[in-house]
C-alpha cells in the first residue's frame, strides 16, 4: 500500500512552480502532496498518483520521469499521459479515469 498525504515542502514547492504537485521519498512509502492537489480534476490525479507510484517503483536514485511512467504503465496497466491545462503545463493524467479509479485505489490509504 502507498500512502497519500499533504506535505508543506509539496505547498512551497508549488508557490514557484504551480506543475508541482507530489513528490516521494520524503517519508517511506508515501506520496506527499500538496494542498492545490485536492482541487485538481479526478483525471489530473490519478494521473499523477499513478505517475509518482511509478518513481516508488523504480526506486529512489535518479532516473528518467519516463521510467517512473513505464514501470506505473507495467503495474496498474494504464498509460500515463501529459496535457497542457489551466492546472500546468504537460500535466499528467489519465484518460477514461472511470475505468482505472478502482484500479489506482485499490494501493492508495488517503492519511491526514
Do not use: W
Not at 6 to 18: L, N, T
Not at 53 to 74: C, F, P, R, T, Y
Amino acid at each position: 500500500m502507498v500512502k497519500l498525504r499533504h506535505c508543506r515542502e509539496v505547498d512551497e514547492d508549488h508557490k514557484y512552480s504551480c506543475r508541482q504537485y507530489a513528490h516521494t521519498y520524503h517519508y517511506r512509502d508515501t506520496i506527499c502532496v500538496a494542498k492545490a492537489f485536492d482541487k485538481l480534476p479526478i483525471q489530473h490525479k490519478l494521473g499523477l498518483i499513478v505517475h509518482e507510484v511509478g518513481h516508488l517503483l523504480v526506486g529512489k536514485g535518479n532516473h528518467e520521469e519516463s521510467q517512473a511512467d513505464k514501470e506505473a504503465n507495467k503495474f496498474f496497466g494504464v498509460r500515463v499521459l501529459y496535457k497542457d491545462s489551466k492546472y500546468g503545463k504537460r500535466l499528467q493524467y489519465l484518460d477514461k479515469q472511470h475505468k482505472y479509479v478502482m484500479r489506482v485505489l485499490d494501493y492508495i490509504v488517503i492519511t491526514a
